[in-house]
């Protein structure tokens, strides 16, 4: 039987948002949203890169936006349902780090 997973997150105060950046150094605030801009060697190596996080992002149910200009990606995580940042948004910029990492 199939149903529909809602994963409920609450979101995060300034403060715990500042601390949760404190051990993500790549990544910025940015409003409701936490981001992180990054270059590849190669336009290649980005999309691969790109397609790595898809499919992180499709295992968590959780959905980073997504910038490519050439080889030079911005990843912006936020929890659209919330209108902020969650654990779910500190989680998913941890996995983007550690798969851009794998480079
Ligand atoms: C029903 C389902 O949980 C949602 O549509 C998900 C999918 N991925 C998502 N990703 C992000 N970043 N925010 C969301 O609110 C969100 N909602």
Same mark, same amino acid.
């Given at each position: 039987?199939?149903?529909?997973?809602?994963?409920?997150?609450?979101?995060? =105060?300034?403060?715990?948002?500042?601390?949760?950046?404190?051990?993500?150094?790549?990544?910025?605030?940015?409003?409701? =949203?936490?981001?992180?801009?990054?270059?590849?060697?190669?336009?290649?190596?980005?999309?691969?890169?790109?397609?790595?996080?898809?499919?992180?992002?499709?295992?968590?149910?959780?959905?980073?936006?997504?910038?490519?200009?050439?080889?030079?990606?911005?990843?912006?995580?936020?929890?659209? =349902?919330?209108?902020?940042?969650?654990?779910?948004?500190?989680?998913?910029?941890?996995?983007?780090?550690?798969?851009?990492?794998?480079?």
């Amino acid at each position: 039987m199939h149903g529909t997973i809602i994963v409920m997150a609450e979101l995060l =105060s300034d403060a715990e948002v500042e601390a949760a950046l404190g051990s993500l150094p790549d990544w910025q605030r940015a409003g409701a =949203s936490i981001t992180r801009t990054l270059k590849c060697p190669t336009f290649p190596a980005a999309i691969a890169l790109v397609d790595r996080v898809a499919a992180a992002a499709e295992s968590r149910n959780h959905h980073p936006d997504i910038d490519i200009r050439w080889r030079t990606l911005t990843f912006t995580c936020a929890t659209h =349902s919330m209108g902020g940042i969650t654990d779910l948004d500190v989680g998913l910029a941890r996995e983007i780090d550690r798969l851009a990492a794998e480079d």
